[in-house]
């Protein structure tokens, strides 16, 4: 890897003037959004703008969809669909828009995707960013970068942007047109945030450069109550996943681990899989070849509070995947007092401490995973012991933690002081 100087975009600090919080103005740029407050998907996004807000920075949102031709509706993703209810998010935010520019699912004609999106949302966020007397561009996503990049460089202020995973289509980092898109904004962006450590060996190779990049964990909602009850207080063994079910998530290793278990004479238990995705046909179906769809159910996708009442009524969290770059739903399950096992080398490695706060198992094997369940099961004292402290330790990860972060690493591009000093 070859480690270049920071780019021209970067502000001369000793020329920079600290800026008051409450005048500080950060705008997010984002692909990804909830449709109404309190909806699951994009909502990390909507929780790390609103952790900012809290925190007393002007905060401005961005949020930039494609608009399909109707007749391709049905193979539009589901975070491009629905409408986004600008009036209740207006309230919340200093300013809030969105804009819509052409696009073809599935990647078809990438190249006039690509200019129809950077020509409409290059407008619009140079629109909110002079209006909102920006001190930051903040883009979500790496597809947002280029434009946040040309934006930021007109206006002489500093781009960051936060990256939540490898996008697993091949074609949308490997192709060359994309790359050559996506590998010189992404290294001349100021900041490059990644939500967990495992993504630095692919973005910064991706880059070029590692020096710019900051580890900022995303945050994780904290349950409304307390669990009533103890984990394995009953003679069922509640074992829970929530995910979107695609590739890599590792639900289809949880199925074989407990057919495994199975095998052994532990059939005491009943596994809930709470997500919905194109993996979710295949999965059904795995299930019932192993003979336990009469344990497994899939209850799809749910709004938050009851995500929350399914954790608070289990014992154990289970989800080996081999694909994960932070892993929120692993905390909201260690908040909720449950066991969470995860795959060791991946994002949960970093909250999870083996044996401490949870389990860690090699990827890609269904007699690990049925081993740690076994292992947990048969010693119900040590699995309280370890639920404890994983849920005193998810408090670390509240979104207010993480609004704190985000502005640390702000502070090292346009330096912050308090509002009243």
């Not at 919340?92 to 819509?100: K, L």
């Not at 299930?287 to 608070?312: M, N």
């Not at 369940?373 to 998810?394: K, N």
Request: glycine share 6%; charged share 25%.
């Amino acid at each position: 890897m070859v480690a270049v100087a920071e780019g021209a975009l970067a502000p001369d600090m000793s020329r920079v003037r600290p800026i008051p919080s409450d005048k500080y103005s950060v705008v997010v740029l984002t692909p990804w959004f909830p449709n109404h407050p309190g909806e699951r998907n994009g909502s990390y996004i909507y929780d790390s703008a609103v952790a900012l807000k809290r925190a007393g920075l002007q905060v401005s949102v961005l949020v930039c969809r494609p608009a399909f031709p109707n007749f391709m509706d049905r193979w539009a993703p589901e975070w491009t669909r629905g409408t986004i209810d600008n009036e209740a998010f207006a309230k919340e935010f200093d300013h809030f828009a969105v804009t819509r520019y052409f696009g073809l699912p599935r990647g078809w004609f990438r190249q006039a995707t690509n200019a129809s999106q950077r020509l409409r949302v290059r407008s619009a966020l140079e629109a909110m960013a002079r209006g909102a007397r920006a001190s930051v561009i903040h883009a979500q996503t790496e597809g947002m970068t280029p434009m946040a990049l040309d934006v930021a460089r007109l206006l002489g202020v500093p781009a960051v942007v936060t990256i939540h995973g490898v996008n697993t289509d091949p074609r949308y980092l490997g192709s060359p047109q994309q790359k050559a898109l996506l590998s010189p904004a992404l290294r001349d962006v100021n900041r490059l945030v990644l939500v967990g450590e495992p993504l630095r060996s692919v973005f910064g190779e991706y880059a070029d450069r590692d020096d710019h990049i900051r580890i900022v964990p995303n945050g994780v909602q904290l349950p409304r109550r307390r669990r009533s009850t103890p984990i394995l207080a009953t003679n069922v063994i509640r074992v829970v996943s929530v995910s979107n079910l695609n590739e890599g998530k590792g639900v289809d290793i949880t199925l074989d681990a407990l057919a495994l278990l199975d095998s052994r004479g532990i059939r005491n238990w009943s596994y809930t899989i709470v997500g919905d995705g194109p993996e979710r046909p295949g999965l059904e179906a795995r299930a019932r070849k192993l003979a336990i769809a009469d344990r497994a159910f899939f209850v799809g996708a749910r709004a938050p509070d009851d995500v929350f009442e399914t954790l608070l009524a289990s014992d154990l969290f289970v989800l080996p995947s081999y694909r994960e770059a932070f892993g929120i739903a692993y905390l909201e399950a260690m908040a909720c007092g449950l066991v969470a096992i995860g795959v060791a080398g991946q994002g949960p490695e970093t909250f999870i401490d083996d044996g401490e706060t949870g389990f860690l198992v090699e990827p890609h094997s269904a007699r690990a995973v049925a081993d740690c369940i076994a292992q947990v099961i048969e010693h119900p004292p040590d699995a309280r012991r370890v639920a404890e402290r994983a849920a005193h330790h998810a408090q670390a990860f509240s979104w207010d933690a993480h609004a704190r972060r985000l502005i640390d690493v702000y502070s090292e591009l346009v330096p912050m002081r308090a509002a009243h000093s």
